[in-house]
């Protein structure tokens, strides 16, 4: 579990993974989903006809600030998945972290909507996979999806999360097990299916 803490924290700093080849967190998530024959969402998901978004952070974005969605989607991007890479969501207004936030107090979709905007819906293309770091329940993906859906509701919406979370310490199997799932929003909750 240690392992995967750490991980988490150098994807969303930017910065080299423990037992990583001297490559960002970032670079290799990409490089681990190319190598990897087993990736159970990798062509739907991934494929060339689908834009990469990246979602913002939860805090607004500074000039110069990084952005760990932005940098996971380039080097996505740069190993051949996905069709560009379109930073077009932008934050109005900053948002509780999920990860830092209890569970009753984190975030809905509905607020990540109402923080969130659309800049250039025209260049949006029929695909969009959405691209973050770490995807608890899934309110912010949900709250996306739904921004794009409001100026542009013919676009096919999917969503890549480098990290999922686990509540339960025993559902941990590996650093690097990717899955694929549905993010269900039932009673103005998100609820993440695994």
Do not use: Y
């Not at 932008?90 to 990860?99: I, L």
């Not at 979709?109 to 025209?122: D, G, N, Y």
């Amino acid at each position: 579990m240690k392992r995967a803490k750490d991980f988490v924290v150098a994807l969303k700093e930017n910065r080299r993974a423990r037992g990583g080849i001297g490559e960002t967190a970032s670079a290799r998530v990409a490089r681990r989903l190319r190598e990897r024959d087993d990736v159970p969402f990798r062509d739907p998901f991934l494929d060339s006809d689908a834009a990469l978004v990246p979602v913002p952070r939860s805090g607004l974005l500074a000039e110069g600030a990084l952005w760990p969605a932005l940098e996971i989607a380039r080097e996505l991007r740069a190993w051949d998945f996905g069709s560009q890479v379109l930073p077009c969501l932008e934050r109005t207004m900053a948002v509780a972290k999920a990860a830092t936030s209890v569970a009753e107090a984190r975030p809905k979709a509905r607020t990540h909507l109402e923080s969130l905007i659309v800049v250039e819906p025209l260049s949006l293309p029929a695909r969009v996979t959405l691209v973050d770091d770490v995807v608890t329940r899934g309110a912010q993906l949900f709250g996306a999806a739904w921004a794009i859906w409001s100026v542009r509701p013919d676009v096919e919406i999917r969503a890549f999360a480098a990290v999922r979370t686990v509540s339960d310490a025993s559902d941990f199997i590996a650093l690097a097990e990717p899955c694929s799932g549905r993010i269900e929003w039932r009673d103005e909750e998100c609820r993440r299916r695994p």
